[in-house]
């Protein structure tokens, strides 16, 4: 089992499938890793040398925030917007869209399940 970034990515998939499974790291900047140490993408990730492995490690580590450091920066962000009173601040603090989306009708992921209001007619 390939370990990488404190993940265990699954063994018999393609490399670039694979390396999506660390947060932080999508399609393309998985498609980009490969490219740059120069693995095919059509390579599985069992059959990848331990070198190749360890330069996908060396890579990652130097160059891409990924897991607890990602996750710890995007609620640093998020404090600071509440912490400065700022407009996306007020929206994360009322549990609110913060990227301008209609609320009248939407949101119901990000507002939870709709409160029925006493006396309204129908």
């Known amino acids: 089992m390939a370990r990488i970034a404190g993940i265990n990515i699954p ?6 499938i694979a390396l999506t499974y660390i947060h932080g790291i999508g399609l393309k900047t998985s498609k980009k890793i490969c490219s740059s140490i120069g693995i095919s993408i059509e390579k599985r990730v069992n059959n990848l040398s331990e070198s190749e492995l ?6 990652i580590d130097k160059d891409i925030i990924v897991e607890g450091d990602l ?9 600071r917007y509440l912490d400065l009173g700022c407009f996306r601040g007020l929206r994360h603090r009322r549990n609110l869209p913060v990227r301008g989306q ?20 129908k």
């Open 71 to 79: 996750r710890r920066k995007k609620s640093l962000d998020v404090k």
């Open 11 to 16: 063994t018999n998939k393609r490399v670039e």
């Open 54 to 59: 360890s330069q996908i490690r060396d890579f």
């Open 102 to 121: 209609r609320t009248h009708t939407n949101a119901r992921t990000r507002k939870g399940p709709a409160k029925p209001i006493a006396g309204k007619k």
